[in-house]
Structure formats: C-alpha cells, structure tokens
C-alpha cells in the first residue's frame, strides 16, 4: 500500500491527537528510514530522542529476540535478572550514593508522574505542611494529569482544567526568583537540563547547583528531569551530573526504541518516601523492555557513543553557526536546536522531509536536532550540505501549512 492509501486508513481509525502524519514508516536501519513509497530519510530525530542506537541496531535485536524467546512479561509479584541488571546499571551511571533506588515505567511522562507523587510525599507535619511543587516557566514534563500539571504551556493544559494544585510556575534560570519562592512549604523544585519543547533551552551555568543548595536548605526536593537529556544524549550520561539530585526521571533513550521510563531516587531517606502499595505499574520494567535498555546502555559504553556524541554535536554546531540564515545554535552534544532568521521552521521540516531528512520545529524559529547517537559525520554533512537549499525552499513557499505533528510531543 501506498502513503497516501496509509494515511487515510489511519486518519479513519486513529484517534486525530497527533493531526496528520508526515509520512508513513515501514523500516530502519542505521541512521536512516524508509516510508510505504520507498523514500530514503536520514533520521536526524531518532524518535524525538529516543533510538540511542538508531534502527535494527544487531545487539539490540539480539537481546530482544533472545529475551521474548526466553521471558517477556511476569507480574510485578515477581522479579526478574533483567530488571535487577538493568537497575543495577542506572545507579551505577548516576554514581547514586548508596541507598538510592530505581522505579521502572513505561514512558517519561509516566516516570514524571511518579516523582510527582513522591514529591507529595515531602508532606512536612501537621503543624508545618508541605502543599507547593514549583516548577519552571517553559517547562514540558509529560501530558498525563500530573505531569501536565508541571507542563508550562498554556494550550496543554487549558482544555483539561482543573489540574492537580499545588505547581507554581517561576522564572527559568533566575536564581533570585527561586530563592524568593523557596520556603518551608515548598516540597519540590522540578527541572530540565535542557528544555527542549521551548527550544533546546538550557539553563545558565550555575543554575542547578543553586537549585540544589537552595532546595537543600529550604528541605524542598530536587527532582531532575532527564527524559530528553539523559542516557548519553547531551555528551554526559546525564546533563545534570554536576549534581546530585533527590530524584531523576528517564525514559526516550533508555529503552533505544522499547518503551520504559525510570524513576530514580537518590540516598536513604528519598528512597523510602514512597513505600509498598502507594504506586505500581503492570508493565514498568518487564523483561523485555528491561533487556532493550540494557543492551542499549551497554553498547552506547562499549562503542564509546556518549563521546562521540559529545564531538559530532560539537561539529554540526560549528556546520550550523556558519550559515547566515541560522541566528543562533544552542543546546549540547546531540541535542541541538538552531534558530532561524524568519519564522520558518514549521516550512523547513516539511522541505527537509521532501529533501530525505527528519529534522522537528518546536518553536517557529527553533529546528530541533535529536539524531541517533551512531550519526556519523559523514551522515551529517549531507544534511549540513543540503540544509541552504532546504532552506531556500522551505521560505520560498511559506504559506505552506505546517505538519501538526512537529509540536505534538509526549514523554
């Protein structure tokens, strides 16, 4: 069947929230995809960050293959050697003190939900309650209730009010604000490295470690979230290594393409916040999602994928910073936005994709690149070569309507 043949078969049986689809995906390889028409893509957006290794990576199909054929799923009245592994791995990334935990979900804003509810656990006493979470203007942390209540953007959240109380919204990267909002009713501070729905935006340099002095002193949790920027994607296992929180959320890269998110609670006294029978999931960390994230962490350390990531985002950032239409480049290792000297980045992704490249639009200057971490430089130059030409085409028709799809992110 053709693309157009799919697409209207989906637009009749799907439900319409992620608007028409750009194009319709029948296989991957590498750093590159194929549609229903037999187009070649490079895929500079790997899922919006999730497939670390890119498509039909060989260790990552064997350990899939290999664990469906063995054990996929078990109840959660049961552990399994993958799950136990792959904890064991997160924590030992994260260089987490000891006593720090793991609670595995299917997705990011699912693991975000979870650190919602252990942050309702830093309750304070009946004489001095705990009742505000502060989260950061343009934030994006998922778009279930609780996650979305920690959401910034206005048309998220709007339609589905009333939301979960409690999140006040403040100045991202201002210290003093958040030291003016900070007190003894404060249970957590949430935030992005990097927030990549507004931009690829990271926070100033020195942000976090205030946050984390100040949220230790107010007795306020410091809950990261690293759904995006973790797993090697920034050229560091994690974007806030520079720090250790009280909890972490993953997901995106962790599973390289198979569904599952993280909650990660750092020391003692976190861990034991949310206790037996407060939260659970059917899925989070089966076995075989388990297996996926493994292998997927394991080849990103043998193969050296957090440094090469680290250099290659460094070479498209000095590709991108030479040409004149491209204002600014922002963002770390490859998680790269650039912005544009017009408002055209919706009309750039629909050229991009006609030209062979999957690139995303979250602001309408901003292009977001989120590529495999496998990209070779070699693959980037093509897109860096074409990109004036994309370009050229992309404002030369900007009454094109833009692919409702660029803006529909979820964790």
Not at 2 to 13: M, P, R, V
Not at 74 to 83: D, R
Not at 135 to 146: E, P, V, Y
């Amino acid at each position: 069947m053709t693309n157009a043949d799919l697409t209207e078969q989906y637009q009749h049986n799907l439900l319409g929230v992620f608007g028409t689809p750009q194009s319709v995906l029948t296989k991957g390889k590498g750093a590159h995809v194929w549609d229903a028409d037999g187009n070649k893509y490079l895929d500079l957006l790997g899922g919006i960050a999730v497939n670390a290794l890119g498509h039909a990576h060989p260790a990552w199909v064997k350990a899939v293959t290999e664990q469906a054929a063995t054990l996929a799923h078990v109840s959660n009245f049961f552990a399994t050697e993958p799950q136990i592994k792959l904890a064991h791995k997160i924590l030992e990334l994260a260089q987490a003190p000891e006593g720090s935990r793991v609670f595995f979900t299917n997705s990011g804003t699912e693991a975000n939900e979870a650190a919602f509810k252990l942050a309702r656990r830093n309750a304070g006493t009946p004489e001095k309650p705990r009742t505000r979470i502060l989260a950061l203007k343009n934030s994006f942390h998922g778009r279930t209730m609780g996650a979305l209540s920690l959401t910034w953007k206005e048309a998220y959240r709007a339609p589905f009010e009333p939301l979960p109380g409690g999140v006040e919204f403040i100045e991202a990267g201002n210290i003093l604000a958040l030291k003016n909002a900070l007190d003894d009713t404060v249970q957590a501070l949430f935030v992005e490295p990097i927030q990549g729905e507004a931009g690829v935006v990271e926070l100033p340099e020195g942000y976090l470690e205030a946050a984390r002095e100040l949220t230790r002193d107010a007795g306020a949790l410091l809950i990261v979230d690293e759904v995006q920027t973790g797993i090697g994607r920034t050229g560091q296992w994690f974007a806030s290594s520079s720090v250790t929180p009280d909890a972490m959320t993953l997901a995106k890269g962790l599973g390289g393409g198979f569904p599952i998110g993280a909650l990660v609670t750092f020391g003692d006294a976190n861990s034991h916040l949310l206790t037996a029978g407060q939260h659970g999931t059917t899925f989070g960390g089966n076995p075989l999602a388990a297996a996926a994230a493994l292998a997927t962490l394991t080849t990103i350390e043998q193969d050296g994928l957090v440094d090469h990531a680290q250099q290659l985002g460094k070479w498209i950032t000095a590709e991108l910073e030479q040409l004149d239409f491209v204002t600014s480049v922002h963002g770390r290792g490859l998680l790269i936005g650039f912005d544009l000297d017009l408002e055209a980045s919706a009309a750039v992704v629909t050229a991009a994709l006609e030209h062979g490249f999957i690139v995303n639009a979250p602001t309408p200057r901003t292009v977001r690149l989120a590529p495999p971490l496998i990209l070779t430089q070699d693959e980037a130059q093509t897109f860096i070569t074409e990109l004036p030409t994309i370009y050229r085409r992309a404002t030369a028709n900007l009454s094109a309507p833009a692919p409702a799809s660029t803006t529909a992110e979820s964790k």
